[in-house]
T-cell receptor, first 111, second 113 residues
Framework: KNEVEQSPQNLTAQEGEFITINCSYSVGISALHWLQQHPGGGIVSLFMLSSGKKKHGRLIATINIQEKHSSLHITASHPRDSAVYICAVEGWKGGSEKLVFGKGTKLTVNP | DGGITQSPKYLFRKEGQNVTLSCEQNLNHDAMYWYRQDPGQGLRLIYYSQIVNDFQKGDIAEGYSVSREKKESFPLTVTSAQKNPTAFYLC????????????FGPGTRLTVL
């Protein structure tokens, strides 16, 4: 079993829809990251959170430490939101803190 | 403009040749990382460095080597010992090791023919 599981793997939505991407993890963590990877390959950090909820524009990230679960929400989705969204958890491994990545959720937003 | 640069964006090499991927940052970050991305898999850590002149193996270091002679530079050499070198390679940096935001470069897509 992977340490970080994302669902769904693929998601297609119509412009304007509310999007939710889920991330579950099985290890103790110090922080959870949400990243966005565009078709060209570059990765941008969206959020880093260790508790509660963060909001940036149309993006909202929540984390429930007890349930080892995080969600990324996109309100009023737009075709430019089409990308792969990656969840990564930061935890102690081999004597230092490292990121463990999920496989990503590919989001396609159609106009 | 502060950021991380990787060059080249696309690289082709013949089997058996060593190849070095460049990663430079001007963010004054202490920590730098190399990841490999394969289709359908999450990013995997190859090597990381928390300070100049020091680096540690990640989860898949076999067949790779790195150096960290300058704070701003962390080149990765893919040696002929790496069995499946064709992949997308991403470099990242953070202020320090630990729970800090990582900033990623644009990546280098290596194809070994």
């Amino acid at each position: 079993k992977n340490e970080v599981e994302q669902s769904p793997q693929n998601l297609t939505a119509q412009e304007g829809e509310f999007i939710t991407i889920n991330c579950s993890y099985s290890v103790g963590i110090s922080a959870l990251h949400w990243l966005q990877q565009h078709p060209g390959g570059g990765i941008v950090s969206l959020f880093m959170l260790s508790s509660g909820k963060k909001k940036h524009g149309r993006l909202i990230a929540t984390i429930n430490i007890q349930e080892k679960h995080s969600s990324l929400h996109i309100t009023a989705s737009h075709p430019r939101d089409s990308a792969v969204y990656i969840c990564a958890v930061e935890g102690w491994k081999g004597g230092s803190e490292k990121l463990v990545f999920g496989k990503g959720t590919k989001l396609t937003v159609n106009p | 403009d502060g950021g991380i640069t990787q060059s080249p964006k696309y690289l082709f090499r013949k089997e058996g040749q060593n190849v070095t991927l460049s990663c430079e940052q001007n963010l004054n970050h202490d920590a730098m990382y190399w990841y490999r991305q394969d289709p359908g898999q999450g990013l995997r850590l190859i090597y990381y460095s928390q300070i100049v002149n020091d680096f540690q193996k990640g989860d898949i270091a076999e067949g790779y080597s790195v150096s960290r002679e300058k704070k701003e530079s962390f080149p990765l050499t893919v040696t002929s010992a790496q069995k499946n070198p064709t992949a997308f390679y991403l470099c990242a940096s953070s202020i320090s090791g630990g729970a800090n935001e990582q900033f990623f470069g644009p990546g280098t897509r290596l194809t070994v023919l």
